[in-house]
């Protein structure tokens, strides 16, 4: 729910949020673009007008929630983070609608099994109402493995092993797919309920 708060209130409890989110980033070894204001760029050293501070603290508390869920899935790095400024930072009034989107757009770089974990936390949230619009996955390698055999297609002949020969070594695993990072980009929209 939107509680009341002054403007000055919402700017210390942004300072708040972004030491601890700092700190946990350190901790999970995760690394936050340069001058990281969880979106709230602007509102680092200015304060909101009265009307969108509360909604703005609301809004807060809903990155809060999902810069957390990425530092838990412990990526490797938040290259890009930006949120839509709402209605009421521009001075507009609200609208009569019951669903206001507040629309986060980040980009990150993980393993795959690090950004599913991403997706589906934010996909599975209780506490948060959130919808990912778009979502774009690229793969850090563009071509795919070199064929080794030098296109041979029948199967070597295994020679049968002799009493005193030493076996063959053996070769050591080369894994295909799954060593890989991705870079994901998503454009998620955290619905704010006015009713």
């Not at 708060?5 to 972004?18: D, G, I, K, T, W």
């Amino acid at each position: 729910p939107v509680a009341p708060m002054a403007p000055n209130e919402f700017q210390s409890h942004l300072r708040v949020a972004m030491n601890a989110v700092a700190d946990k980033a350190r901790a999970n070894k995760v690394k936050l673009p340069d001058k990281f204001y969880l979106g709230f760029d602007e509102f680092a050293s200015a304060l909101p007008n009265e009307a969108a501070a509360p909604l703005l603290g609301q809004e807060l508390v809903q990155i809060e929630w999902l810069v957390n869920s990425l530092l838990d899935a412990r990526l490797e790095s938040v290259s890009a983070f930006r949120r839509a400024p709402l209605r009421e930072e521009r001075g507009k009034t609200a609208t009569t609608t019951q669903l206001e989107p507040n629309v986060v757009e980040l980009t990150f770089v993980s393993t795959p099994a690090a950004a599913r974990k991403v997706i589906n936390q934010i996909a599975g949230a209780s506490q948060q109402f959130c919808i990912i619009r778009v979502l774009h996955v690229r793969n850090e390698k563009d071509k795919g493995p070199a064929r080794e055999a030098g296109g041979e297609t029948s199967a070597p002949s295994i020679p049968s092993p002799s009493p005193a020969a030493k076996p063959p070594p053996v070769a050591a695993l080369n894994f295909i797919v799954g060593n890989e990072k991705i870079e994901t980009t998503a454009k998620i929209e955290m619905v704010r309920f006015t009713f």
